[in-house]
């Protein structure tokens, strides 16, 4: 599953924030793409995971006339890479990966050549519910390719011993279910929340935050969870709470999200996930092979305030870098790269000679459509209700400064899960960094 890229980069973000900050100061300006061929042509695909089968790609090789040479370069490379090719202007490849959390600084630096003009922007919106994440300051930087957003995964046959048979809908009865679930003996710490000091806390924090109705910046970077009353200090005290409490198991504050996934939902060890990755009952809960609880881990609509609510995006696209050799060629290919046929065949939906290894869910709702029908998806048309109205973190496109902040909110909210530091001095502390952030 593709989505399980963003478990492996936990401080990479951090990491490739500082080669971006100095490349950025040496950006020139002018395009290297000036080609509009598109026959007899070779374009260089370089992304971080294997390529769709060969014969897929010499059929689409024959249909157009365009060869691919695709490069495979694992996610903290490939960022590198893609800042030293288009802060020197120099080539580096045709179409590349466009992560959703890089969009801000790609769009202001104009490291990729806007999608809008290659693409039908309302077509494409339609059928994409996540495009609105690869948006940003009027054009769109890439096209998702994947479908990647939080959810929330239940075991039922746990909650079922506890006595629970009807799924909750809102914080209150989610939080009061899971105490339930503890106090029958059923699990000693029924919730899964990984705070260790990475990436997947701080994407937790953002699903939890928008569950408590709110949002953490505003257009203009500043951050909204600063007051007590706010929903992302809510989402923070909630989570810290968990833990203090039992509710979440006290080892879990040095467990990544992956290896929580792995070896506590997995193996019937927490009963619930609340920000999980979009996927992960048909890929990791239902295989016989990585998991005891075949059957048991379900999806439920992400409980809120009042009601079920949103689910944040976190999906990886694929655009045009700006030194292109050929980008009418490169258009053509994400077109099909991204046609929901070829998603729903990269996915399994029409036999093994067609799926692309470590591809899972369709970022087109038709591509999760036809793999929900074709394959029986585990979840599919809760996965496709998610996915329809699944929102980004940042609306308004992720910051520039995204790296440094997010490395914020995942090392004080850690600290407070630690004990080391309160709640609120954790938010201030992210606040602060926010707001100095958005001020440079």
Not at 50 to 65: E, I, N, R, V
Not at 239 to 259: C, F, Q, T, W, Y
Request: glycine share 8%; charged share 15%.
């Amino acid at each position: 599953m593709i989505s399980k890229r963003n478990r492996l980069r936990g401080t990479a973000l951090v990491a490739g924030a500082a080669a971006l900050s100095v490349l950025a100061t040496a950006c020139t300006g002018g395009a290297g793409a000036s080609s509009s061929q598109t026959k007899d042509v070779t374009i260089t695909v370089a992304l971080f995971g294997a390529p769709p089968p060969q014969k897929s790609l010499d059929a689409f090789t024959k249909s157009t006339g365009i060869t691919v040479k695709w490069s495979t370069i694992d996610w903290d490379s490939l960022q590198t890479k893609i800042a030293a090719a288009s802060t020197s202007n120099t080539y580096f490849a045709d179409a590349t990966d466009v992560d959703w959390s890089r969009v801000g600084q790609e769009s202001k630096l104009g490291w990729f050549l806007p999608m809008e003009k290659y693409i039908d922007q309302k077509a494409y919106a339609a059928d994409m519910p996540q495009l609105s994440s690869f948006t940003s300051n009027g054009h769109i930087v890439g096209v998702p390719f994947d479908a990647s957003y939080l959810v929330t995964t239940v075991n039922k046959a746990m909650f079922a011993k506890a006595g629970i048979s009807a799924m909750p809908t809102t914080i209150d009865e989610y939080t009061q279910d899971l105490q339930k679930v503890k106090a029958a003996g059923v699990a000693q710490n029924p919730l899964n929340i990984p705070f260790a000091a990475a990436e997947g806390l701080s994407t937790y924090w953002y699903e939890t935050t928008q569950a408590f109705g709110g949002k953490i910046l505003d257009e203009s970077g500043k951050p909204q969870f600063s007051s007590p009353d706010s929903a992302g200090y809510k989402a923070a005290q909630w989570m810290v709470d968990a833990i203090k409490n039992g509710l979440v198991p006290a080892g879990n504050i040095n467990v990544s999200d992956s290896e929580s996934q792995q070896t506590l939902m997995a193996k019937g060890v927490t009963a619930s996930t609340f920000a999980d990755y979009s996927g992960n009952v048909g890929s990791l809960y239902d295989v016989p092979a990585s998991s005891s609880v075949n059957g048991a881990v379900q999806y439920i609509p992400t409980p809120g305030m009042t009601g079920a609510t949103a689910n944040v995006s976190n999906p990886d696209g694929i655009g045009i870098l700006k030194t292109a050799k050929y980008p009418e060629a490169a258009a053509k290919f994400i077109e099909w790269f991204t046609s929901a046929e070829n998603q729903a065949d990269f996915a399994g939906a029409n036999g093994p000679d067609k799926v692309m290894p470590g591809y899972f869910l369709p970022s087109r709702l038709t591509g999760l459509e036809k793999l929900t029908a074709a394959k029986g998806l585990a979840g599919g048309q809760e996965l496709t209700t998610m996915l329809k109205s699944s929102k980004p973190v940042f609306p308004a496109g992720a910051p520039v400064w995204y790296p440094q902040f997010s490395n914020s909110v995942y090392t004080n909210l850690h600290a407070a899960a630690a004990g080391s530091m309160t709640v609120d001095a954790a938010i201030k502390a992210i606040s602060d960094s926010a707001t100095k952030l958005a001020g440079q």
